[in-house]
């Protein structure tokens, strides 16, 4: 499997009863749209960590269902933004918002309707597509508190359906497919049958490098840090060889990163390439380095490696 980072072309797959639209899934930071939009897909489209605000741009997953391609947008967790990095996040998910078809509310059942989620639900009001409800971890939720949370939403906003998921296990998440491959347009599909996602291979690689940086260093590494993959060179006997840099904005962070003698980094390095060569189906040769980049939120390079758009 080679990189790819042109645009990808509209399918031609058309028939009777095709359908193809986009489904926008929208919450607060952590409520797992991450991993419901993985769940739906059936692979890996979207990192997952602990850390809140862990998707920074539009995600795109897609999943083919019965005559429909579904094209997921996973958006970043829209919350009260506190620095130009989260204003173009939170300007990013409401973008995707307004330009699907199909706009579905996440809630984390065990939080309910509380801080950002309520702030969501004010602004949905406005929105003038198809909206869902889809209430997930609900295998941790006792079922009378399950339909009183329910209700509070639909009370303050019109949902179309709602829905009652484990994006974890997976129950609830086929009748999600059913509902949105029967309620997108009729239409061509925009992907090939196989294709998952549209994000570029060099931009996922960076993402899942990020991941396994979080995921080791959920305590100790602030939100400010980036990876970006710099090189990526396939090799004569089948292998990839990728280079990519973590940028931090402080020296104590780069020393963070690296680890005593360098055994972090390793770590994060061996992680990352066994996943990505898992992907990719061939050898992978990933280099790692930690640069400083003091103030790189105000970076307006970054913001474009990022697929955002920088806020004026």
């Known amino acids: 499997m080679t990189e790819k980072t042109e645009e990808p072309e509209t399918q031609p797959k058309e028939g009777p009863a095709t359908r193809s639209g986009f489904v926008a899934l929208i919450g607060a930071p952590n ?29 795109r997953g897609i999943a083919t269902h019965n005559d429909a391609q579904i094209v997921f947008v996973d958006t970043p ?18 973008g995707g918002a307004r330009d699907a078809d199909v706009v579905a509310l996440l809630i984390d059942a065990e939080r309910g309707i509380r801080g950002d989620a309520d702030t969501i639900l004010e602004r949905l009001k406005d929105v003038r597509q198809r909206i869902v409800l889809i209430l997930n ?10 339909l009183a949370l329910a209700a509070t939403a639909n009370e303050r906003v019109p949902f179309e359906r709602t829905f009652m998921v ?30 998952i ?41 089948g292998s990839v060889r990728i280079q990519q840099v973590i940028y931090v904005e402080r020296d104590s ?38 640069k400083v980049r003091e103030n790189w939120g105000n970076d307006p390079e970054r913001f474009r490696e990022m697929g955002l758009d920088f806020p004026k």
């Open 31 to 59: 409520a797992g749209k991450s991993t419901l939009l993985n769940r739906l897909v059936g692979a890996k489209v979207s990192i997952v960590t602990h850390k809140v605000q862990t998707t920074r741009a539009l995600v």
């Open 77 to 94: 967790g829209i919350f009260k933004p506190k620095r130009k990095l989260d204003d173009a996040m939170v300007t990013s998910a409401w």
């Open 137 to 146: 971890k609900v295998d941790r939720v006792k079922p009378e508190a399950l």
């Open 166 to 195: 484990s994006a974890l296990t997976g129950s609830g998440c086929k009748d999600l497919l059913d509902y949105f491959a029967e309620k997108l347009p009729a239409g061509p599909w925009y992907y090939p049958e196989d294709q």
């Open 197 to 237: 996602s549209d994000l570029p291979m060099r931009q996922l690689a960076a993402e899942i490098t990020r991941e396994k940086l979080y995921l080791r260093l959920h305590q100790e590494l602030p939100y400010s840090s980036h990876v970006e993959t710099e090189g990526w060179e396939e090799k004569k006997d």
């Open 253 to 290: 962070q780069k020393k963070i990163v690296l680890g005593h003698k360098g055994e972090t980094i390793r770590a994060i390095g061996q992680s990352s390439r066994t996943e990505i060569a898992g992907i990719l189906e061939q050898p992978v040769h990933l280099f790692l380095f930690v």
